[in-house]
């Protein structure tokens, strides 16, 4: 089974809905594995202290892909050509891009807005 990578979106919207058997994430299960990014994984923890063992808990069935050398060679690309044509997206969004990018993985998003202005991610 191919292994794709989440955006915070995805886990937020799970986490909200009521029926998890409506939410994205449930239904990517049936065709993916799942990878998430440490910005990922911060962007989560910094937004909900109050569930942070229910978060920590899902976090264990998700491969985490860091941050590293490569993917800040990438991230400076991408924010150089979004710059330069005035279309610059936030910060954690353009790192959790160059993460998949250096895996070579698609990314699950509710967030198309931002993500489709970086070429070469596959969305999902």
């Known amino acids: 089974m191919e ?3 989440l955006d915070s ?3 937020i919207e799970h986490f909200r809905i009521k029926d998890k058997s409506k939410s994205k994430l449930f239904e990517l299960s049936k065709y993916y594995n799942f990878a998430i990014t440490s910005i990922v994984k911060y962007e989560i923890l910094r937004g909900n202290k109050e569930k942070d063992l229910y978060w920590n808990n899902l976090f264990n069935y998700f491969e ?3 941050f590293d050398s490569k993917s800040a060679e990438i991230a400076s690309e991408i924010y150089k050509k979004l ?3 005035n279309k610059l997206i936030d910060t954690d969004d353009l790192l959790i891009a160059s993460i998949s ?3 070579n993985l698609k ?3 509710l967030n198309n807005n931002h993500f489709s202005r970086i070429s070469g991610l596959e969305l999902l």
């Open 3 to 5: 292994t794709i990578n």
């Open 107 to 109: 990314l699950a998003t």
């Open 64 to 66: 985490i892909l860091p």
């Open 9 to 11: 979106s995805i886990l």
């Open 83 to 85: 710059k330069s044509i």
């Open 101 to 103: 990018l250096k895996n």
